[in-house]
């Protein structure tokens, strides 16, 4: 690295120090709190943000190297065409079983604070 570079970098550094200590100075100590807070688990998260992204990383390039290697020719593979046969003996529309259900029984209901429980509604 050369020299700006490193003077340029310092000077970022120590303007956002020094903000952040000149705003840190004006903010109540909830406000304060809101930003540790938010800060320490941008930290916390950090390690596992890198640790998946280097696992991403790693299976991608695993997934290259073998696709690269493993390339099937077409000449190898025939065609695989899939017929499939038409329904066996489908029920007629007028099965004779379905008009032979029984009907349904009737139903009775009781109204709960009803003043005589004999009487089922009909």
Known sequence: MNRATIVI????????VTLGV?????????????LIGAACGAGAMMPAVIIA???LARRREREETS????VPSPALYPPVIVVTPPAANPLPSSSPYLATSPPPAPRQFTVIGDDSPDSPMP
Do not use: D, K, P
């Not at 100075?25 to 809101?34: D, I, Q, R, W, Y």
């Open 67 to 70: 696709a690269a290697r493993a």
């Open 9 to 16: 970098g310092l000077g970022v550094t120590a303007f956002a």
């Open 22 to 34: 000149y705003i840190g100075g004006h903010l109540s100590n909830e406000a304060m709190s809101v």
């Open 53 to 55: 992204a280097l696992t």
